[in-house]
């Protein structure tokens, strides 16, 4: 039997109608049954279908995302992964960690509503991220034939702690050559390639960055910055005050906020997320 079989049977499915129809009235919450192997893949399609927008699907741990993707893979669903940071106790995770641009992308998703699963552990579930607002408030869209600017671009990702190169090769990092801009975004599989003429966007590609070819021609791109958190004066200010409240820091002086204004991060800021 070929999928497409298979999944016009489940579609037909009087049980599987039955489910979705109790769904449909909102009496939040559900527990469905009887949900085993693939099937969980063939449910969450056709739940989307029902129901369009982003659906979380929240495992106990990272043993259980493997099968996951298996059974989405079978009815041809795509994921992302909300990582956790990783760390154990008393041990930060590492300035400039791949997780750091990993989680601000899976947030960029959610944000600009590109996402439609989005897998995480309860761990990562039940971390604290900014709100919505304000990472979007972070986020930068650029569009093909749209107005550009080159140099307010490059210093923007400096501030948002990408690394200006003359190539990009590794995650992180920005180029500005002529009238080429090419960015490697911190959660990303492929780099990009803004080409414009004097302030205007002609074309907006995805490349591999090992060997510079591109890989697909694309109308809009979403930039976001290389973690969850940026540190302006403003978020540095909130630190400081929060800091004073703390029985820890009441009788001796932080020195994060002036860390912070000359640096812009330090080694365990995720714990004072978001």
Same mark, same amino acid.
Request: with cysteine; hydrophobic share 40%; net charge negative.
């Given at each position: 039997?070929?999928?497409?079989?298979?999944?016009?049977?489940? $579609?037909?499915?009087?049980?599987m109608?039955?489910?979705?129809?109790?769904?449909?009235? $909102?009496?939040?919450?559900?527990?469905?049954?009887?949900?085993?192997?693939?099937? $969980?893949?063939?449910?969450?399609?056709?739940?989307?279908?029902?129901?369009?927008?982003?659906?979380?699907?929240?495992?106990?741990?990272?043993?259980?995302?493997?099968?996951?993707l298996?059974?989405?893979?079978?009815?041809?669903?795509?994921?992302?992964?909300?990582?956790?940071?990783?760390?154990?106790?008393?041990?930060?995770?590492?300035?400039?960690?791949?997780?750091?641009?990993?989680?601000?992308?899976?947030?960029?998703?959610?944000?600009?509503q590109?996402?439609?699963?989005?897998?995480a552990?309860?761990?990562?579930?039940?971390?604290?991220?900014?709100?919505?607002?304000?990472?979007?408030?972070?986020?930068?869209?650029?569009?093909?034939?749209?107005?550009?600017?080159?140099?307010?671009?490059?210093?923007?990702l400096?501030?948002?702690?990408?690394?200006?190169?003359?190539?990009?090769?590794?995650h992180?990092?920005?180029?500005?050559?002529?009238?080429?801009?090419?960015?490697?975004?911190?959660?990303?599989?492929?780099?990009?390639?803004?080409?414009?003429?004097?302030?205007?966007?002609?074309a907006?590609?995805s490349?591999?960055?090992?060997?510079?070819?591109?890989?697909?021609?694309?109308?809009s791109?979403?930039?976001?910055?290389?973690?969850?958190?940026?540190?302006?004066?403003?978020?540095?200010?909130?630190?400081?005050?929060?800091?004073?409240?703390?029985?820890?820091?009441?009788?001796?002086?932080?020195?994060?906020?002036e860390?912070?204004?000359?640096?812009?991060?330090?080694?365990g800021?995720?714990?004072?997320?978001?």
């Open positions: 039997m070929s999928i497409q079989i298979l999944e016009q049977s489940i $579609h037909r499915w009087q049980a109608s039955g489910v979705l129809s109790r769904i449909q009235e $909102h009496s939040w919450p559900y527990e469905i049954e009887g949900l085993q192997g693939g099937l $969980h893949g063939f449910f969450l399609s056709e739940y989307l279908n029902a129901f369009p927008g982003t659906l979380v699907l929240v495992v106990p741990s990272e043993k259980e995302i493997e099968p996951l298996a059974d989405l893979d079978l009815s041809h669903l795509d994921c992302d992964i909300l990582p956790w940071w990783g760390t154990i106790a008393y041990r930060p995770a590492p300035p400039g960690a791949a997780v750091f641009g990993q989680r601000a992308a899976r947030l960029s998703g959610l944000v600009s590109t996402q439609r699963i989005l897998v552990t309860q761990r990562a579930f039940l971390t604290p991220v900014p709100p919505p607002d304000y990472f979007a408030s972070l986020l930068t869209r650029l569009k093909k034939g749209a107005r550009f600017d080159p140099a307010g671009l490059a210093e923007k400096a501030s948002w702690g990408y690394t200006r190169v003359p190539r990009v090769t590794v992180g990092e920005f180029a500005l050559r002529g009238e080429v801009f090419d960015i490697f975004m911190s959660g990303d599989e492929l780099a990009h390639r803004i080409v414009f003429d004097f302030n205007t966007i002609e907006i590609k490349f591999n960055p090992g060997d510079q070819s591109s890989v697909e021609a694309l109308e791109l979403v930039l976001y910055p290389a973690k969850e958190v940026i540190w302006d004066e403003k978020r540095i200010a909130r630190l400081a005050e929060n800091l004073a409240t703390l029985r820890e820091f009441t009788d001796v002086k932080s020195d994060l906020p860390h912070l204004e000359l640096h812009g991060g330090f080694e800021e995720e714990l004072f997320y978001p």
